[in-house]
């Protein structure tokens, strides 16, 4: 396989998606320019596709098992982007993220439990804790001029005696944060105190900038640890949703037997072939197409920055140290323009022409907020500002 550097991509052909059951484009109508769910518009790395079609030149699709070269590459790649460890004995591959977190909420929680939620945050996060009959602590980032902190003081404050689980979004979606050290070590000794488990969805963390590096919750120190579900995945990071795929790491052998069990149980343990051939394609030689896809990604943050600043200065965005979404903020704009939340929507679906994801789906602290996916290329990203700030401005 020929070596790739980080020039040989291009993220700026435009490929038509309507028409193939993209949840992103097919769901909307025609007229509207797609930037909401979090699916990038980029080709995943050459080498997955090379790897699909090589596999389908074998005639047969059985039931297949998760190959050790799969274990192996994920840990390498671990190494690589973070410096961790994450062998195979302490690892679950799974069918994708969030069943991953159902299931530690049906594995160490009863109906009736509190898990604490930090909003705003990933709306799957409360119908996971809603659906499984467990309640809702409600823990509040704290935002200042658009800035974002875990707000530690007010989470001592919302644990009762029935909070068993803290579900932790590294970095953040949608506030594009990157937990520091000293953010992190503060939520593990409130978390090792009230003895929660904390199940850490960091699949947003191969997509961090340069400039800031990635901690995971169970590297601050062994008691975390112990308490820790580590939920990574190759879907966001090389863009293969479609094949759906995660891993559980586990330190806490205990811990790990009983969501092993769990999920034989609720039958989320079983991942699909092409998702085995893909996943392992993008660890093993994918490295070259993330160096260019995270650059490309902060200068992209830096443009959508400048033309609002020059077009719509009452619209801001918060810092983005991670990912390919950016939390805008509109409520400068709402005040002078007279618009609710969901005035605000209308305008930017039927005026403007374009899907953006609605802030107050992101829970408490999401209203007057909208989260915008800039993993399109150029045309289609600027087309949308375009459109944003002739309807607003």
Same mark, same amino acid.
């Given at each position: 396989m020929a070596t790739e550097t980080p020039e040989a991509f291009d993220f700026d052909t435009r490929h038509e998606r309507r028409g193939t059951d993209s949840v992103k484009w097919d769901l909307v109508p025609p007229e509207r320019l797609p930037l909401w769910v979090a699916d990038m518009d980029y080709p995943p790395p050459p080498a997955v596709v090379e790897a699909i079609k090589r596999r389908l030149e074998h005639p047969l699709l059985g039931y297949t098992n998760v190959p050790d070269t799969l274990y192996e590459q994920l840990e390498q790649f671990q190494r690589a982007q973070h410096g961790r460890a994450m062998p195979k004995d302490e690892v679950t591959v799974l069918s994708a993220t969030m069943p991953g977190v159902k299931t530690a909420i049906e594995c160490f929680t009863e109906p009736g439990d509190g898990i604490v939620v930090q909003a705003p945050v990933y709306p799957p996060f409360f119908q996971a804790v809603r659906d499984n009959r467990r309640r809702v602590v409600l823990n509040h980032l704290h935002e200042h001029h658009g800035e974002y902190r875990l707000d530690l003081e007010e989470l001592e404050t919302v644990i009762d005696d029935g909070t068993r689980m803290l579900l932790l979004c590294s970095p953040h979606n949608?506030?594009?944060?990157?937990?520091?050290?000293?953010?992190?070590?503060?939520?593990?000794?409130?978390?090792?105190?009230?003895?929660?488990?904390?199940?850490?969805?960091?699949?947003?963390?191969?997509?961090?900038?340069?400039?800031?590096?990635?901690?995971?919750?169970?590297?601050?120190?062994?008691?975390?640890?112990?308490?820790?579900?580590?939920?990574?995945?190759?879907?966001?990071?090389?863009?293969?949703?479609?094949?759906?795929?995660?891993?559980?790491?586990?330190?806490?052998?205990?811990?790990?037997?009983?969501?092993?069990?769990?999920?034989?149980?609720?039958?989320?343990?079983?991942?699909?072939?092409?998702?085995?051939?893909?996943?392992?394609?993008?660890?093993?030689?994918?490295?070259?197409?993330?160096?260019?896809?995270?650059?490309?990604?902060?200068?992209?943050?830096?443009?959508?920055?400048?033309?609002?600043?020059?077009?719509?200065?009452?619209?801001?965005?918060?810092?983005?140290?991670?990912?390919?979404?950016?939390?805008?903020?509109?409520?400068?704009? $709402?005040?002078?323009?007279?618009?609710?939340?969901?005035?605000? $929507?209308?305008?930017?679906?039927?005026?403007?022409?374009?899907?953006?994801?609605?802030?107050? $789906?992101?829970?408490?602290?999401?209203?007057?907020? $909208?989260?915008?996916n800039i993993a399109a290329p150029r045309e289609v990203l600027y087309e949308a500002l375009d459109r944003i700030c002739a309807a607003l401005g």
């Open positions: 949608p506030v594009g944060r990157v937990w520091t050290r000293h953010e992190l070590e503060g939520l593990a000794e409130i978390a090792v105190r009230h003895e929660l488990v904390v199940v850490s969805d960091e699949i947003h963390a191969d997509l961090r900038f340069e400039e800031h590096d990635f901690l995971g919750i169970a590297d601050i120190g062994s008691k975390i640890a112990a308490r820790t579900i580590t939920l990574v995945s190759p879907s966001k990071t090389f863009n293969i949703p479609g094949c759906s795929v995660a891993a559980a790491a586990i330190k806490d052998s205990e811990m790990r037997r009983r969501y092993r069990s769990a999920l034989r149980a609720l039958g989320t343990d079983h991942v699909t072939l092409p998702a085995l051939v893909a996943s392992e394609a993008a660890y093993a030689h994918g490295g070259a197409w993330l160096t260019a896809l995270r650059r490309h990604l902060a200068f992209t943050v830096g443009d959508v920055r400048r033309v609002l600043a020059e077009r719509l200065p009452e619209v801001t965005a918060s810092p983005v140290e991670a990912s390919f979404v950016m939390w805008l903020d509109f409520r400068r704009l $709402q005040r002078r323009r007279e618009l609710d939340d969901l005035e605000l $929507q209308r305008v930017l679906r039927e005026d403007a022409g374009v899907e953006l994801l609605h802030g107050p $789906q992101f829970g408490p602290g999401g209203e007057g907020f $909208q989260r915008l």
